[in-house]
């Protein structure tokens, strides 16, 4: 069970550096296009979004925590499972996390990444086109006159329209997450994805990565029993499905 996992976190390893490599040439070129990218250390914005990630990334994530980041990350998951239980749909389950849950509970002090080496192909895959005041802005409550002169400052050629970030490293990210979604039900028969914090929560509460080689049914009856079968929050995805 142990050589499983080993395995398919050590391919999620090499995967990061493959992204990392591809998305330094992407910044080379987006650079002699006169393209600027203003992701800098500790800009921090975009880190009020909800990350999902693969469970393999969540579980190489939860084995390298600090006690402190751990209980940070209990908390917020804690706070995340009470907003996905009350809210009526997805819209709202994602505006009551951006307005009451704050940042991802593993940013530092300082405003940089607490587990930069190993943050998930969601993060990585956030290239910002326009100043990092615009990662936190809530679309929903901006003017439509506002709305308007963004969209139409931004390049189609270049951003996930209408979004700010850039298409071709988004695009790279959902490639390696989906890599990884596969590797996962190659070896278990399904994949576990989900917000990234409840995901380390479940590996911290219910000891996930053994519930997995037993099989979906399995997992989802434990994760029904412990209330965390939570559909805004998490999802198994199996062969064929
Ligand atoms: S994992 Fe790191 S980069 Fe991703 S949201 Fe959290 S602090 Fe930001």
């Not at 493959?18 to 006169?34: M, P, Q």
């Not at 996930?208 to 999802?235: C, K, M, N, Y």
Request: proline share 4%; glycine share 6%.
């Amino acid at each position: 069970m142990q050589d499983d996992w080993r395995q398919i976190k050590e391919q999620v390893r090499r995967d990061q550096e493959a992204f990392d490599r591809h998305s330094a040439r992407l910044l080379e070129a987006l650079t002699r296009r006169g393209v600027a990218v203003y992701c800098r250390r500790g800009c921090r914005k975009c880190c009020t979004l909800t990350v999902n990630a693969t469970f393999v990334e969540a579980l190489g994530i939860a084995q390298c925590l600090t006690p402190e980041q751990g209980a940070a990350v209990a908390t917020h998951a804690s706070r995340l499972s009470e907003i996905a239980s009350a809210a009526k749909d997805f819209k709202e389950y994602l505006r009551t996390c951006r307005t009451h849950l704050g940042f991802c509970p593993l940013l530092d002090a300082d405003g940089a990444c607490g587990i930069y080496p190993v943050r998930p192909f969601a993060c990585r895959a956030l290239l910002s086109t326009r100043d990092s005041d615009w990662c936190a802005v809530d679309f929903s409550c901006l003017h439509p006159a506002e709305k308007q002169a963004f969209m139409s400052g931004l390049d189609p050629s270049v951003v996930a329209f209408p979004t700010h970030y850039v298409a071709a490293a988004q695009d790279l990210g959902r490639e390696f997450e989906e890599r990884t979604a596969a590797a996962m039900i190659k070896r278990f028969g399904f994949s576990l994805r989900g917000n990234l914090s409840f995901l380390i929560s479940l590996e911290q509460q219910l000891g996930v990565s053994e519930l997995v080689p037993q099989g979906l049914e399995v997992t989802r009856r434990a994760l029904i029993r412990a209330g965390f079968d939570l559909p805004f929050v998490v999802h198994m995805e199996s062969l064929g499905a």
